[in-house]
């Protein structure tokens, strides 16, 4: 694996002060947010191990969650990435295979060859220094339908891709969400790709786009293959492929 660029920790601390803003603004200006609701602001949260890392590394998901309120989204007004201190945080289910499959690429290990996380809590520190990003900067519900999703990516895929430009990551791992982008950065069923298989007839797919390894994958708390699977087959994509 190349040595990655080092980035500059002070502009990825401003320029991500800067979107915290813009995202801020653009829940007021679109009305989403109110009195209990307010945006979830992504990110980095160990800036200065992000720049040091190789692979960069960026996950993006769909839409974070925090409370509910006579059945409705409710909360927000803090850093996504601020939950990774919490006491509970390695009992995340969305969490837990990101962290399974980024120590295994730093130490070149599979999933049977790590411990459990809820025995070794600090594996969860490889959250802080990669680019944690939602699609959706909107607390909703524990599910998104594909309208829903694909309403948010409207709403929010100039900031996301700016995001996309400041992290500068070597590595974005698409949590079911590549679908959204593909049109607008040109790739289809013709654009040259690898297939990883995942078991029960599933695949994950890699592209490379801006010199950047793209996974397209299933969410990290997709059921419908085994998890050691899941997490085995980004490691290898990424250790062999990047």
């Not at 603004?25 to 040091?52: H, Q, T, W």
């Not at 992290?167 to 079911?176: G, H, K, L, R």
């Not at 654009?191 to 695949?203: A, F, M, Q, R, V």
């Not at 994950?204 to 299933?218: E, I, N, P, Q």
Request: aromatic share 10%; net charge negative.
């Amino acid at each position: 694996m190349e040595k990655s660029e080092l980035l500059s920790p002070d502009k990825i601390r401003s320029e991500q002060e800067l979107i915290k803003s813009k995202i801020i603004e653009r829940a007021e200006k679109l009305e989403l947010s109110n009195d209990g609701l307010e945006p979830l602001p992504d990110g980095v949260a160990d800036i200065e191990g992000y720049c040091k890392s190789s692979p960069r590394i960026m996950w993006i998901l769909k839409q974070p969650y925090d409370d509910m309120k006579d059945g409705k989204p409710f909360g927000g007004g803090w850093e996504v990435y601020g939950a990774f201190e919490n006491s509970d945080a390695h009992t995340n289910m969305t969490w837990q295979p990101i962290v399974y499959s980024l120590v295994g690429i730093r130490d070149h290990k599979q999933y049977n060859d790590m411990p459990y996380i809820r025995d070794d809590k600090s594996m969860l520190d490889v959250l802080k220094d990669i680019a944690y990003i939602n699609i959706d900067k909107m607390p909703g519900y524990r599910t998104t339908s594909d309208a829903e999703l694909a309403e948010a990516y409207d709403q929010w895929k100039d900031i996301v891709e700016e995001q996309i430009r400041l992290y500068d990551p070597q590595v974005i791992c698409f949590a079911n969400t590549m679908w959204l982008f593909k049109k607008d950065w040109g790739i289809d069923e013709n654009t040259k790709h690898e297939s990883i298989p995942l078991g029960n007839d599933k695949y994950m797919f890699v592209y490379r786009k801006d010199g950047r390894l793209c996974l397209d994958t299933y969410h990290p708390a997709q059921r419908v293959v085994a998890r050691g699977s899941y997490v085995d087959a980004i490691i290898k994509a990424v250790n062999e492929l990047l």
